[in-house]
């Protein structure tokens, strides 16, 4: 791969144009990486909810022509001037937040907040000249959150990718780089339920039954599902979920619900909905004295959390993460050896497989709610 070092490389890129229009397929232009930069040859990309969002153009600043796509795994084919740590040929896995190694954040063991890498959607440009890597014939095509992996080849940040094992299959662990590693952080880093405890899961998507998976492998006795879909219960069940609560069900709040249900309160909760009300009530069915609520799902920007100040006078506590607290440089690694080791399955969450040719039908299974992820294979 390295003869293409130093040199333009031309291949496809599934182009978003306009907002909420589907991708075409174009040729793209793709530069050599520059100082910290490097050039990835992808290989399998799968679709997250945060890409539908910022192709829909909801809420936030539209960024037209751009390539999203943010979950992967792929190859390096070269590196950049500075770029000692990864080399042509090594296994890794993109990641829309990065780990710089030399800033406050990444110094700290509980911080994975990188200073000059955290997620920026709004930034289509890469960070060494403010120039994207990107063009059609002349005309520039922005990144997205610094990955932009629908593309055969694609440009990153040295400190935005995380090398792995090459043994592991990049069509399994490619899912890692984003929604799946952000909900079982949640659980085995922040919410850190004991062998043996309760926890409650608000919100059944992949990012709250990855929280699920981390509450099983973390051996907890009863695994509470909350969803206003009474049909993912089935389904959750395969990832540890244990019973399952609709709110519409009942004519009481559902914290209540759930204090009922287990004796005075959940050991711990995980909320993946983004919804404020589903917060709220993910930190008031904690138990008082030892209950943990975490948040992860990203809320409305009007929206604003209230509680009784009692509830955290009675030693209940509320904590938020960003992708899992995982330094991704640092601890993805270790992730891909879980599921290497047979701790972790990811199989269950794939559900769906397109060729590159067919990204569109990724976005359509997304917008129908039909399954969980769709692995897009680069190469056909």
Known sequence: MSSTAGQVIRCRAAVAWEAGKPLVLEEVEVAPPQAMEVRLKILFTSLCHTDVYFWEAKGQTPLFPRIF?????????????????????????????????????????????????????????????????????????????????????????????????????????????????????????????????????????????????????????????????????????KFGITEFVNPKDHEKPVQEVIAEMTGGGVDRSVECTGNINAMISAFECVHDGWGVAVLVGVPNKDDAFKTHPVNLLNERTLKGTFFGNYKPRSDLPSVVEKYMNKELELEKFITHSVPFSEINKAFEYMLQGDGLRCIIRMDA
Do not use: W
């Open 69 to 237: 796509g943010h979950e992967a795994g792929g190859i390096v084919e070269s590196v950049g001037e500075g770029v000692t740590d990864l080399k042509p040929g090594d296994h890794v896995l993109p990641v829309f937040t990065g780990e710089c190694k030399e800033c406050r954040h990444c110094k700290s063991e509980e911080s994975n907040m990188c200073d000059l890498l955290r997620i920026n959607t709004d930034r289509g440009v890469m960070l060494n000249d403010g120039k994207s890597r990107f063009s059609i014939r002349g005309q520039p095509i922005y990144h997205f959150v610094g990955t932009s992996t629908f593309s055969e080849y694609t440009v990153a940040h040295v400190g935005s990718v995380a090398k792995i094992n090459p043994a592991a299959p990049l069509d399994k662990v490619c899912v890692l780089s984003c929604g799946i590693s952000t909900g079982l952080g949640a659980t085995l880093n922040v919410a850190k339920p004991k062998k043996g405890s309760t926890v409650a899961i608000f919100g059944l998507g992949a990012v709250g039954l990855a929280a699920a998976e981390g509450a099983r492998i973390a051996g907890a006795s009863r695994i509470i599902g909350v969803d206003l879909n009474s049909k993912r219960f089935d389904e959750a069940k």
